[in-house]
């Protein structure tokens, strides 16, 4: 019963450093999305993807790329990290599309990133 | 871009106190949901809210879509220290799931 499993828990990088972080889900979902949370502010959305292959820029897309490989895994990628890029990130799966009456997150248990 | 005010910011309750909290926006949503996120984790849904004026439980958690579709709110009965965490209203509104900022809940024993 994994549901929604992200690597890696904790990353410390320098700035203009890259790395990915990976994400997969067990739970047939069409829809996965990447967050970020910055105290105070919630959780903000940064990419969005509706199926295999098809991805769309959430509210904070700057400095970050991401990969819809197949159906159960989704991938974030910073190029060259940034010290504003430090902070929680959580990759999320839903049955239903984004904005739908019944959208219903599952959550996975976060990354969190420090950038230097 | 649409905000939801969530409030209080954090609360420090006795343990077996009631809790209330809630959420307001100057727009009207078309679902309400809401999350606890427990320390180190991510967020784990509670309870969806579908209509307006529709109140649904959760074990000791209980959440209403406010009438005018702009408000929710969530209490928990008899708190327990387990209660603690961060719980965060969301909110359909178009095509997109607006987050609140969170409230913290802390419990004291």
């Known amino acids: 019963n994994a549901g929604v499993t992200q690597t890696p828990k904790f990353q410390v990088l320098k700035t203009g450093q890259s790395m990915t972080l990976q994400c997969a889900q067990d739970m047939n979902h069409n829809s996965m999305y990447w967050y970020r949370q910055d105290p105070g502010m919630g959780l903000r959305l940064i990419y969005y993807?509706?199926?295999?292959?098809?991805?769309d820029k959430g509210e904070v897309p700057n400095g970050y790329n991401v990969s819809r490989l197949n159906k159960r895994e989704f991938s974030l990628r910073l190029e060259s990290a940034a010290p504003s890029q430090t902070s929680v990130y959580f990759c999320?799966?839903?049955?239903?599309?984004?904005?739908?009456?019944?959208?219903?997150?599952?959550f996975g248990s976060g990354t969190q990133l420090s950038v230097l | 871009g649409q905000q939801l005010n969530q409030s209080p910011q954090s609360m420090f309750i006795q343990e077996g106190e009631d809790v209330s909290m809630n959420c307001t926006s100057s727009s009207i949503f078309n679902t309400w949901l809401w999350y606890k996120q427990d320390p180190g984790e991510g967020p784990v849904l509670l309870i969806a809210?579908?209509?307006?004026?529709e109140l649904t439980s959760n074990g000791r958690l209980t959440a209403q879509f406010g009438i005018t579709r702009k408000d929710s709110f969530l209490n928990i009965s008899a708190s327990i220290p387990s209660d603690v965490g961060i719980y965060f209203c969301?909110?359909?509104?178009?095509?997109?799931?607006?987050f609140g900022a969170g409230t913290i809940l802390r419990v004291k024993s």
């Open positions: 993807s509706a199926s295999e292959g098809t991805t």
């Open positions: 969301a909110g359909t509104y178009g095509n997109k799931l607006v």
């Open positions: 999320a799966s839903s049955e239903a599309p984004k904005g739908a009456a019944n959208e219903k997150l599952f």
């Open positions: 809210l579908y209509k307006a004026g």
